[in-house]
């Protein structure tokens, strides 16, 4: 099947500097939805993979094909063709006639109508289908609307049978009427799709070449015309405003939060989680509101989320428990550990078994061993930390001299005390103890107490007495007074 996806228009109502397609739902542009649908459906059997008409914001629609095909192999399928100048759907449609299999039936896809199903173009394309005897059709999506204005109708004669698409500038009130809108969403035979493209005149209100003009056309060649619905109306929607896109945004974030609880996941509440990419859950997790989901993310059976943190590309282990706002980027996280309230795990984080981190901690490139715990404002960065290691309040790994990055090693059993500086490169032998407030800056051997602090000394002293002139302490007086006065 051939798919061409047309995305030339402006989309003049989102008053942005970015291209309708490329506006994003759930962290992806609008074309991506529509691409990894057409590639789903095409299979790598097809010829010619799907054709994205560009116009307004060609470069950046090309430049951003260029960026994700070089991430996905599977979009070096998708070839562009452009339209110059935007002269209707028909005209969008003719631009990409030159690349079409004349032997495989044309699927006509929006790039601003992002979630039609797999299953509900599926079921189209077989319907536009020649088998059983029956003679190739063009298979049209509709949908019944409470309120069809703006959208092209669906007209039929008495019997039931399409006969035209009127748009709604040029219908007449009668045709206002009919409920039945064309989604813009069809599936045509090709050979006879490129002599009627050809015919198509603008002669309209709009003074444009309407590719919903071909449905008279087939009708009056004797092609038969099928229609079909999609399971949900979201499917069909289509986004030309902030308000539209912000609506079908709650309305896909709303699908997700229902497929993660059908596979066993608790949600506080289904409409307080955004996914904005892929989240794999284990059974029995607990997800607490305002939750952001990010990239790949794998959650296992037991985890429990607290309220308001933002976890992306990472993987969490067995009943780990993140405490509320916690910020969490390309971290591994083993099972039974905890983490947060308020910390934040970077990218190269690896975490074993049963570790804690606790408030205002950030961790980045450093991995940590089973049992170890550093659970007060500190910072581990480039570091190796060995098992049951305690890291107290406030130490910092000094890991950046200005130009380079080294590494701090601390190995099992040690003990570090509260508001130490380990100036890397440096190690922590097996089971020493750092005295608060040291500035590591050789190696500590193991086993012992090291300690860098200045000595203390006690004097005698005196603690100054604020001096004062007569004229502020009688301003003083008068204060003290009006405030008795008043009470
Ligand atoms: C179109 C249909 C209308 C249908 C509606 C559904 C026609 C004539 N009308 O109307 O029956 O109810 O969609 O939303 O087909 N595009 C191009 N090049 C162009 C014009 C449009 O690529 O020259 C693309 C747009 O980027 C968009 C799609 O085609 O993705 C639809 O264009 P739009 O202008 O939104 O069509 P409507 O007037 O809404
Ligand atoms: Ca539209």
Redo the contacts with the bound molecule.
């Keep these: 099947m051939n798919i061409v996806i047309?995305?030339?228009?402006q989309g003049k109502r989102m008053k942005s500097a970015l291209p309708k397609v490329l506006q994003t739902l759930a962290g992806k542009p609008l074309l991506h939805y529509v691409l990894n649908t057409a590639l789903v459906l095409q299979g790598k059997n097809t010829k010619i993979g799907p054709i994205v008409?560009v116009?307004h914001g060609a470069a950046d629609v090309k430049q951003f094909l260029q960026v994700a095909s070089e991430q996905d192999s599977n979009l070096t399928r998708v070839s562009t063709v452009l339209?110059a100048e935007?002269?209707?759907?028909g005209?969008?449609l003719l631009q990409a006639l030159p690349k079409l299999d004349v032997n495989e039936p044309t699927l006509v896809l929006?790039?601003?109508v992002p979630l039609t199903g797999k299953k509900t173009l599926t079921k189209l394309a077989k319907l536009a289908d020649g088998v059983r005897g029956q003679d190739a059709a063009v298979a049209l999506l509709t949908q019944h609307l409470q309120n069809p204005t703006g959208?092209?109708r669906i007209v039929r004669d008495i019997e039931g049978s399409v006969k035209a698409?009127v748009?709604e500038k040029d219908a007449t009130a009668e045709q206002k009427r009919i409920q039945e809108?064309?989604?813009?969403i069809m599936v045509l035979p090709t050979n006879s799709l490129k002599k009627w493209l050809k015919a198509l005149r603008a002669s309209n209100a709009q003074g444009?070449y309407?590719?919903?003009d071909v449905i008279a056309m087939a009708v009056k060649d004797g092609v038969p015309i099928r229609t079909s619905q999609a399971d949900a109306e979201y499917e069909t929607v289509?986004v030309n405003s902030r308000d539209q896109l912000a609506a079908l945004e709650r309305v896909h974030q709303m699908n997700q939060a229902n497929a993660i609880m059908d596979a066993g996941v608790s949600l506080a509440d289904p409409a307080r989680i955004d996914i904005r990419g892929t989240l794999e859950c284990g059974t029995d997790v607990f997800i607490d509101v305002g939750c952001v989901f990010e990239g790949c993310v794998t959650l296992a059976a037991g985890t429990t989320i607290g309220p308001y943190c933002v976890i992306r590309n990472s993987v969490i282990g067995k009943s780990v428990t993140i405490h509320p706002y916690s910020h969490i980027d390309g971290a591994k996280v083993g099972a039974n550990s905890l983490i947060g309230p308020y910390a934040r795990l970077r990218p190269g984080a690896d975490l074993a078994n049963d570790v804690h981190i606790g408030n205002f901690v950030e961790v980045k490139n450093s991995k940590i061993a089973a049992n170890s715990k550093a659970n007060h404002l500190a910072y581990v960065g480039d570091a190796i930390v060995g098992s049951r290691v305690n890291i107290g309040a406030g130490t910092i790994t000094c890991n950046y001299d200005g130009v380079n990055k080294h590494q701090t090693i601390i190995e099992d059993d040690v003990f570090i005390g509260s508001d130490t500086q380990l100036v890397a490169p440096v190690r922590v032998g097996r089971g020493a103890t750092l005295g608060a407030g040291t500035t590591l800056t050789k190696d500590a051997p193991p086993n012992q107490l090291t300690v860098s602090r200045a000595k203390q000394i006690s004097l005698q002293w005196q603690r100054p007495v604020k001096k004062t002139t007569p004229k502020a302490a009688a301003k003083k007086a008068s204060i003290k007074k009006s405030v008795k006065a008043k009470k």
């Design positions: 047309l995305a030339a228009g008409v116009g339209q935007q002269k209707g759907t005209h969008a929006y790039g601003d959208y092209g698409i748009e809108i064309n989604t813009g444009e309407y590719l919903t289509g």
